[in-house]
């Protein structure tokens, strides 16, 4: 609860009425969600995979190459793709 007082108190000092400034969170759109979630460099899924590295001497380069093969597609239903891709 400390945290959202402490955002309020900013967004009042950096503008005049803290009711006109912008949201301090907003929800990702779909190509954001999958970028984060699967694609991107710092993705959970990237970062599970080296997590679980330090695990596996002998490497994870099968898995790796499964996940890349089953990287939800960029068009169509976004979300349902992403879905069916954290499935597998």
């Known amino acids: 609860m400390a945290i959202f007082c402490q955002v309020r108190h900013i967004l009042a000092k950096l503008y005049d009425q803290a009711s006109k ?5 907003r929800m990702l759109e779909p190509h954001e ?8 460099k710092d993705s959970v899924v990237s970062e599970l995979l080296q997590c679980m590295a330090v695990h596996a001497p002998e490497g994870l380069g099968d898995l790796t190459k499964q996940i890349r093969e089953h990287n939800p597609p960029s068009g169509g239903d976004i979300e349902g793709n992403l879905r069916k891709s954290l499935i597998w």
């Open 33 to 40: 969600l999958v970028e984060f979630i699967w694609k991107g």
């Open 21 to 25: 400034a912008p949201p301090p969170l």
